[in-house]
């Protein structure tokens, strides 16, 4: 069975085919390719196709497919047992890893998604605080969590609409959306605001609306207006943290959150997020306070020694050094052809993103050209008929992980500089 059957058969079953909306290929006017296996930098699709992967699950996979040290801890845990929902060792261990590196995280609590470990830092803020609102930025995505989704209402900053049907609009009416990059306005929406707000949340780097860089003065402005208006600062890390720096943005930033998300790389490709921060905040969350918030999976101890084993590597073997020097080697041999074509290449460490050239670096969504879907598919469908899979979104960001090798990052960057050329 080939993967446009599958998709078929996918269809009758689940929206759209699939369980995540982006997998969908929406928009590409191809079906999906189905994988059936992956192995360090490597995807093999349902035909037997090989791909070189830049998505790498959308972040998790750190070091590449199946790690064999993540693979042999992975096996072992599960010899020896795979859900307690009780007490156990494992999670102890993680949680004591991190802490032990991360001093603005003193105390934690394991969920199984990034959704949830936003959907709980905000409920602690709101305890925390005694206030309702909430400050997000255009572009940036915190997971499904109802009142998130949402984008800007009228006016340039201010209220915000759902962006999603079956939100209440009481609920979107508690967020505030600001747009990033803009001092000015963001101190008018605190003055406006800052004494409702219970938290701000921000990627320090957003990378879900393409990669928009961000000013190091204006993550600082964001910090500084929160702690004057006694507002929790909120670091989503779902994706920086563990990959930027070991300490994530925050620690290549030199900006201390209140409280910090994370998900992805801290579970080395199995469903863990995190929440956590200063201890007096953290307590409040039960068994210890009042707020609420639990699960039957939270810490599930295979993903537990799958991130503790992914995190150890990453120390031992200065994995951060090493992707950013990958992604700089993979920089160099783009940057010149998307250049003569008019693209920039884009890029933070082993994140990266193109778009058409501008004038001056890309900080907000206003500024992404219109033209960014036509000429990422192009680039998106080519490649993929010659075997390289990127994440199948003109605003989703690539990954780089240490399985990408010199000699695969070569390969990869001469199709592509094909595939640009040709365009
Ligand atoms: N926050 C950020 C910054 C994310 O990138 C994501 C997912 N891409 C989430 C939260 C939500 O995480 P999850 O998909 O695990 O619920």
Same mark, same amino acid.
């Given at each position: 069975?080939?993967?446009?059957?599958?998709?078929?058969?996918?269809?009758? %079953?689940?929206?759209?085919?699939?369980?995540?909306? !982006?997998?969908?290929?929406?928009?590409?006017?191809?079906?999906?390719? /189905?994988?059936?296996?992956?192995?360090? &930098?490597?995807?093999?699709? %349902?035909?037997?196709?090989?791909?070189?992967?830049?998505?790498?699950?959308?972040?998790?996979?750190?070091?590449?497919?199946?790690?064999?040290? %993540?693979?042999?801890?992975?096996?072992?845990?599960?010899?020896?047992?795979?859900?307690?929902?009780?007490?156990?060792?494992?999670?102890?261990?993680?949680?004591?890893?991190?802490?032990?590196?991360?001093?603005?995280?003193?105390?934690?609590?394991?969920?199984? *998604?990034?959704?949830?470990? %936003?959907?709980?830092?905000? $409920?602690?803020?709101?305890?925390?605080?005694?206030?309702?609102?909430?400050?997000?930025?255009?572009?940036?995505?915190?997971?499904?969590?109802? *009142?998130?989704? !949402?984008?800007?209402?009228?006016?340039?900053?201010?209220?915000?609409?759902?962006?999603?049907?079956?939100?209440?609009?009481?609920?979107?009416?508690?967020?505030?959306?600001?747009?990033?990059?803009?001092?000015?306005?963001?101190?008018?929406?605190?003055?406006?605001?800052?004494?409702?707000?219970?938290?701000?949340?921000?990627?320090?780097?957003?990378?879900?609306?393409?990669?928009?860089?961000?000013?190091?003065? =204006?993550? @600082?402005? !964001?910090?500084?207006?929160?702690?004057?208006?006694?507002?929790?600062?909120?670091?989503?890390? +779902?994706?920086?943290? =563990?990959?930027?720096?070991?300490?994530?943005?925050?620690?290549?930033?030199?900006?201390?959150?209140?409280?910090?998300?994370?998900?992805? !790389?801290?579970?080395?490709?199995?469903?863990?997020?995190?929440?956590?921060?200063?201890?007096? #905040?953290?307590?409040?969350?039960?068994?210890?306070?009042?707020?609420?918030?639990?699960?039957?999976?939270?810490?599930?101890? +295979?993903?537990?020694?799958?991130?503790?084993?992914?995190?150890?590597?990453?120390? $031992?073997?200065?994995?951060?050094? @090493?992707?950013?020097?990958?992604?700089? /080697?993979?920089?160099? @041999?783009?940057?010149?052809?998307?250049?003569?074509?008019?693209? @920039? /290449?884009?890029?933070?460490?082993?994140?990266?993103? =193109?778009?058409?050239?501008?004038?001056? &670096?890309?900080?907000?969504?206003?500024?992404? &050209?219109?033209?960014?879907?036509?000429?990422?598919?192009?680039?998106?469908?080519?490649?993929?008929?010659?075997?390289? #899979?990127?994440?199948?979104?003109? #605003?989703?960001?690539?990954?780089?992980?240490?399985?990408?090798?010199?000699?695969?990052?070569?390969?990869?960057?001469?199709?592509?500089?094909?595939?640009?050329?040709?365009?």
């Amino acid at each position: 069975m080939n993967s446009k059957e599958y998709f078929e058969r996918s269809k009758k %079953v689940a929206p759209g085919g699939v369980h995540s909306p !982006v997998r969908s290929f929406a928009g590409m006017g191809r079906e999906p390719v /189905f994988f059936k296996s992956a192995q360090g &930098p490597y995807l093999w699709s %349902v035909e037997g196709k090989k791909y070189i992967d830049f998505c790498q699950s959308f972040g998790p996979l750190v070091l590449g497919h199946r790690d064999a040290e %993540v693979e042999a801890e992975v096996r072992e845990m599960i010899g020896t047992a795979w859900s307690f929902g009780a007490c156990e060792p494992y999670s102890l261990e993680l949680a004591e890893w991190i802490t032990s590196r991360i001093p603005w995280v003193e105390k934690l609590r394991f969920v199984s *998604s990034g959704t949830e470990a %936003v959907m709980s830092a905000l $409920r602690v803020a709101r305890a925390v605080t005694g206030k309702e609102k909430i400050l997000k930025f255009e572009g940036c995505y915190h997971g499904h969590a109802d *009142s998130l989704l !949402v984008k800007a209402g009228s006016g340039l900053a201010g209220i915000a609409a759902s962006s999603s049907a079956g939100i209440s609009a009481r609920m979107a009416e508690s967020t505030v959306v600001c747009p990033l990059d803009d001092e000015t306005l963001l101190e008018e929406v605190f003055t406006l605001h800052g004494k409702d707000l219970a938290a701000v949340i921000i990627e320090p780097l957003p990378a879900n609306y393409g990669l928009l860089i961000q000013r190091k003065e =204006f993550l @600082q402005k !964001v910090a500084d207006l929160a702690k004057q208006h006694q507002v929790l600062l909120i670091f989503d890390e +779902v994706i920086s943290g =563990f990959r930027m720096a070991l300490g994530g943005m925050a620690q290549i930033l030199g900006i201390q959150p209140d409280l910090v998300t994370y998900g992805k !790389v801290i579970g080395g490709g199995f469903p863990v997020g995190c929440y956590g921060g200063k201890k007096e #905040y953290m307590d409040l969350v039960a068994p210890n306070g009042p707020v609420y918030q639990a699960g039957t999976l939270s810490a599930n101890p +295979v993903g537990m020694r799958a991130g503790l084993r992914t995190l150890q590597k990453m120390e $031992r073997e200065q994995g951060w050094t @090493q992707l950013d020097k990958k992604g700089e /080697f993979f920089e160099k @041999q783009l940057t010149d052809a998307m250049a003569e074509k008019n693209l @920039q /290449f884009i890029r933070q460490g082993s994140l990266f993103w =193109f778009h058409q050239k501008t004038e001056t &670096p890309l900080r907000r969504v206003d500024q992404i &050209p219109a033209t960014q879907k036509e000429s990422f598919n192009k680039v998106f469908l080519q490649g993929l008929e010659r075997g390289v #899979y990127l994440a199948p979104n003109a #605003y989703e960001v690539g990954f780089l992980s240490l399985a990408h090798t010199d000699e695969i990052l070569t390969e990869a960057a001469t199709i592509l500089t094909d595939v640009i050329k040709g365009l």
